[in-house]
């Protein structure tokens, strides 16, 4: 029987959506073992002068748990 765990990861970048993810999950892969997915619950971005400055992405990591 295999038990998994989930953990809410925030990332950020300053070049996109895509960058953000990849930084959050190979940060989370540091830490945690088995880490097999990831789900985005949001997406956000911070702007300046009308300008996007940063995105952001709020994501839950599963990873299996090892006996």
Request: proline share 0%; glycine share 4%.
């Amino acid at each position: 029987m295999t038990i998994a765990s989930v953990t809410e990861v925030t990332s950020s970048s300053k070049k996109s959506f895509e960058d953000a993810l990849q930084t959050g999950i190979e940060r989370a892969n540091k830490t945690l073992n088995n880490v097999k997915g990831a789900w985005v619950q949001e997406q956000k971005v911070i702007i300046d002068d009308g300008k996007i400055v940063e995105y952001r992405v709020n994501m839950k990591i599963s990873f299996v748990l090892k006996d």
